[in-house]
């Protein structure tokens, strides 16, 4: 299993929007195979500063939602919100 962490600074008075967008991509991950958890997270000392971080079967599967057409969509209407490019980091499990 994997653990994906993508950081996004919002602009603050596009908060709305942003949450709804942040939920409509986790309802796609849901769906797709491979997919095991997420949770989305708003910094207590930059309230412009949000995690995703997310659960996958193995890299492969997140690869090929990271790359999907219709993940690039939406992230390209995220985009348009940000006051700098995301960050996404991608993290195995230490046994």
Partial sequence: MIRVI????FRPELEAEAVG????MRGRAMRKPGYV?????????????????????????WREWETSPERRELTGRIESLLTMPEKVSAYSYVR
């Avoid at 309230?47 to 599967?61: E, F, K, Q, T, Y």
């Fill in 37 to 61: 958890s997420g949770e989305t997270l708003r910094s207590l000392d930059d309230p412009s500063v949000w995690l995703v971080i997310s659960n996958w079967m193995d890299s492969g599967v």
């Fill in 21 to 24: 967008l942040l939920l409509e």
């Fill in 6 to 9: 993508i950081e996004r600074h």
